[in-house]
């Protein structure tokens, strides 16, 4: 006990010590720069700025950031400066004491648009050597952007210090950025500092070099040279964000159309309502959210997990059921059946505007699926990666599923000879509603991915059948792996058609080439062999 | 026996048909023009305005049951060359306004003049005169229906996969039409028409001679496809429906019949919507969506694919309830109705109202004269007088 008590004692009088120590009646030069942010001058308020920053004292960063949330408030009689924090409490600006008030004669210390770049950079400076290394890395990002000459002391300060290799690279591109632009830097640090950008190679790199305004020759010359390598590896770079784009909508694609190209190719029906199949899954992901919002909050991230079998059992069922009232009687006649599904799609749209409104549902995305991350030049999603990567889990299950069970095969069967099958001692019938239960399953879970993606609205199937069919026909009937490539191949020209074309125009191009295409293969790129003359 | 009763029946259900439609035709508009205004028998200008385009829905489906019923081309895509022919006429309608736009340009319609264009687009070029845009009313779904045509059919696309290549047509001109730079006036359409040939297309008498107008190109459509149907061409067409590989191979080129009778059908449709847009004073890309054409496509199959008879008839039917139910207070149920519809037709009712009453008339009628002729053998053939004929 008397030991810790000494030592508190020993504290308490340190601190005293201090306090007396930095409460000094002569003032030093971080104290007048203090001073002068009350001249209520934008020159005076510069050289304050500087002062500070630079100065290393603990307050700097308090009081810049103060100054940028014009949270600073300068008294101009006294000539005495505050921190107002964000709780109500303020303290002394040149000395750090906690003060009971502000006197009402104090106003806010303004800024310009000058000094909000001077302050913004001030901070960069500030933070540059922050314990944590994101702050670091953000530091140095908007230190590159702003490339403040008052900046540089801070950058090369950090620079030496520095362990974190991706900081150490922000650090560098920001000195090159400072350098490019200050005056009298020397050819060599400039040409250095065109080396660092054109390593860099991205939009923010060509920006700087673009508009470095007057320098030497060689600068001007290396520049060039770094535009027109950033500018080639910007289109590469481009290409690719077009490619996973067009990945990424072709992940949709498949995702809507598979199921379709199930039935239609065991069954041979066009399901017109496959659509709201997918609508119905959606649905289920908004009421499995409603339920864990109101009761089980805690479960939201595992929302979607709870909804994927959900989706395909609800979707399912009603696809079963739909089979053994309607469908089975219109066999043999694809036509009818079109016009009967399109009814029943009808029937459902409504049903579920009738039930849950007209206008679009919330639903939202568990934390694992929002967000995104770099890589290289381009931005990824996250929840545009997870659905290729379920997309793709879903297609090799169901390929699994096609090879290994005996439903597989015997739907394979079928697909292949119905007539034949049936003599084989395949129950078709049976056949037909769990084809039919399956594909309508599978575009509920669709649905599960897509209201991800898109609005949750009655019309959300209508969007997407006719594209899911282009992709049946296109990829051809009774092989999965034609729906695959189907898939792939129209989201990939897509993306690539909108950027030359524009959206629409690119969308017509597509769909005039697939009926283009239809004329050089009726029944698609892959389709099955048989020698029936009229399949 | 049968078929010689079949075309019998047909003779008579289509001789029923015309006298109704002329009869409509005349004394509708007479009724309208002559009678008092609020007198019982008279027939309001806004009741002529919603029967004509009842009409127009007539021709059009006449034309779908022209292919569908007769050659099995099922096309999801009609609704293209209704809404073809409408822009024909709507572009000349928007080139009679003249001076009396908005911005009062004699030669550029309002909304090329609020897009900033500076003379009118090449395929504007013409339609200030009424014979050219007549002309385009049928030579445009036309060619399209040629060119699609001559590629789908020669490429031997059939069933589904020619359902579902029409729609993607359609859907793709919907898409093209939206576009404010195609020059079709974008979203909004054509509309805010003012005279055609010098008549003031809101002027009841106006109205009226449309009316009368479009049961006349009904009438004539009628006849044109009774003329296909009945000609040896049509046996062929039927052939095609039922069996196409043995009628190929029996020698008949299939391809070049279903062109023939898919471009004609076009050729009808866009007739059929270039009366439908002056009495309804507006074309926009929505007459290309998808849906419409599938539901003229079922107006064919509550009437009865076929018949030619049915069609038109399914087309008022269907028409008349949605007017009826979407104006009431049951109008959130008609979708649900529409889509039930759609199921139990297919369902139930297989060969619609027109079929289905034709097959129960021929049937009672054979056994009839069935028991006549039993009758008759067993009374040895004494004083008892034949039932039919």
């Known amino acids: ?535 | 026996m049968t078929p010689h009763m079949l075309t019998r029946s047909l003779d008579r259900s289509a001789t029923i048909f015309l006298a109704v439609v002329a009869a409509c035709g005349i004394l509708i508009p007479l009724s309208n023009l002559l009678l008092p205004a609020g007198s019982f028998l008279q027939v309001p200008t806004y009741l002529v305005a919603l029967w004509g385009k009842y009409v127009c829905y007539a021709i059009l489906a006449l034309s779908i049951d022209l292919i569908w019923g007769y050659c099995g081309i099922l096309s999801l895509g009609h609704g293209a060359f209704f809404a073809l022919g409408g822009y024909a006429m709507g572009m000349y309608l928007m080139r009679q306004i003249g001076t009396r736009g908005v911005y009062g340009n004699p030669v550029l319609p309002d909304f090329m003049v609020f897009l900033n264009w500076e003379k009118l687009p090449w395929y504007w070029y013409g339609f200030d005169m009424f014979w050219f845009a007549a002309l385009m009313v049928l030579v445009v779904p036309g060619l399209l229906a040629f060119c699609f045509g001559w590629l789908a059919f020669r490429s031997r696309v059939t069933g589904v996969y020619l359902s579902i290549i029409t729609q993607a047509m359609t859907y793709a001109l919907l898409l093209a039409f939206f576009r404010n730079d195609f020059g079709f006036g974008g979203n909004n359409g054509l509309t805010d028409f003012k005279d055609i040939l010098g008549f003031n297309v809101q002027a009841e008498g106006t109205r009226a001679a449309l009316f009368a107008l479009s049961c006349l190109a009904l009438i004539v459509g009628f006849l044109i496809c009774r003329a296909i149907v009945s000609s040896k061409l049509g046996k062929v067409l039927i052939a095609v429906r039922d069996a196409e590989s043995r009628t190929r191979f029996l020698g008949y080129r299939v391809e070049s019949y279903k062109l023939f009778v898919f471009t004609v059908s076009a050729c009808m449709a866009g007739v059929a919507g270039a009366l439908y847009v002056p009495q309804v004073g507006i074309i926009n890309p929505s007459e290309f969506a998808p849906g419409n054409s599938i539901e003229a496509v079922i107006w064919v199959a509550v009437g009865g694919r076929g018949t030619l008879v049915g069609a038109a008839l399914g087309a008022v039917v269907v028409n008349y309830a949605k007017t009826f139910f979407t104006s009431g207070m049951l109008a959130p149920y008609w979708l649900f109705m529409l889509g039930a519809l759609f199921i139990l037709v297919t369902l139930l009712l297989p060969k619609g109202i027109v079929g289905t009453f034709n097959a129960w008339w021929d049937s009672s009628k054979e056994k009839r004269t069935a028991a006549a002729s039993v009758s008759a053998a067993a009374e040895d053939g004494v004083t008892e007088p034949k039932m039919a004929e």
Request: with cysteine; net charge neutral.
């Open chain 1, 1 to 535: 006990m008397p030991a810790h008590l000494s030592a508190r004692l020993c504290s308490l009088a340190l601190s005293l010590f201090l306090i007396a120590f930095a409460l000094p009646a002569f003032a030093g030069p971080f104290e007048d720069a203090v001073a002068k942010f009350a001249n209520d001058d934008f020159s005076d308020t510069e050289e304050a700025i500087g002062v500070v920053a630079g100065s290393g004292n603990p307050l700097a960063f308090p009081i810049i950031s103060a100054l940028q949330d014009g949270r600073l408030m300068a008294d101009p009689d006294s000539k005495k400066v505050y921190v107002t924090g964000a709780d109500g409490k303020s303290i002394d600006a040149a000395t750090g004491a906690a003060v009971a008030s502000v006197p009402d004669s104090a106003s806010a210390v303004r800024l310009n648009n000058r000094l909000r770049r001077s302050v913004d950079a001030a901070l960069g400076g500030l933070t540059l050597q922050s314990p944590d290394v994101g702050t670091r890395l953000q530091a140095a990002q908007s230190v590159f952007k702003s490339h403040e000459e008052t900046a540089l002391e801070a950058v090369d300060a950090a620079l030496a210090k520095e362990t974190s290799r991706s900081v150490k690279t922000a650090l560098g591109e920001a000195r090159a950025a400072i350098l490019l632009f200050k005056s009298d830097a020397t050819e060599v640090e400039k040409l250095e500092a065109v080396a660092t950008l054109k390593a860099r190679g991205d939009q923010d790199a060509l920006a700087l070099l673009t508009g470095m305004g007057d320098q030497p020759a060689s600068v001007t010359k290396a520049a060039a040279s770094a535009i027109g390598s950033i500018q080639s590896s910007l289109a590469v770079w481009s290409m690719v964000q077009n490619a996973w784009y067009g990945l990424s909508l072709g992940s949709v694609l498949l995702l809507a159309a598979i199921g379709l190209a199930i039935t239609f190719g065991v069954m041979g029906v066009i399901n017109m309502a496959h659509g709201e199949m997918v609508m119905i899954g959606a649905y289920t992901t908004f009421v499995v959210q409603e339920v864990i919002r109101t009761r089980y909050p805690g479960l939201f991230d595992y929302s979607l997990l709870i909804a994927v079998p959900l989706a395909f059992l609800v979707a399912g069922a009603i696809g079963v059921l739909i089979e053994r009232s309607i469908i089975r009687f219109l066999y043999g006649r694809p036509l009818e059946t079109l016009l009967a599904t399109w009814g029943l799609s009808l029937v459902l749209q409504q049903a579920v505007r009738t039930m849950f409104g007209p206008t679009n549902r919330e639903v939202g995305n568990p934390s694992w699926m929002s967000g995104a991350f770099e890589l290289g030049q381009i931005t990824i999603t996250y929840n545009r990666l997870w659905i290729l990567v379920f997309t793709l889990a879903v297609f090799m299950i169901l390929l699994a599923m096609l090879r290994y069970t005996a439903l597989g095969l015997e739907m394979r069967a079928v697909t292949q000879n119905r007539r034949m099958a049936a003599s084989m001692g395949i129950a078709t019938s049976r056949v037909d509603a769990l084809t039919f239960g399956l594909g309508s399953g599978i575009a509920g879970i669709a649905g599960v991915a897509l209201s991800q993606i898109d609005n949750v609205s009655p019309n959300l199937g209508q969007s997407y059948i006719i594209d899911s069919f282009m992709v049946v026909v296109f990829g051809g009937v009774g092989n999965l792996w034609g729906t695959l490539v189907g898939a792939f191949t129209l989201g990939i020209a897509n993306k690539f058609l909108e950027p030359v074309a524009g959206a629409v125009l690119g969308k017509i191009a597509i769909l005039v080439l697939i009926i283009l295409f239809i004329q050089k293969r009726p029944r698609g790129l892959f389709a099955l062999k048989g020698r029936a003359v009229e399949a």
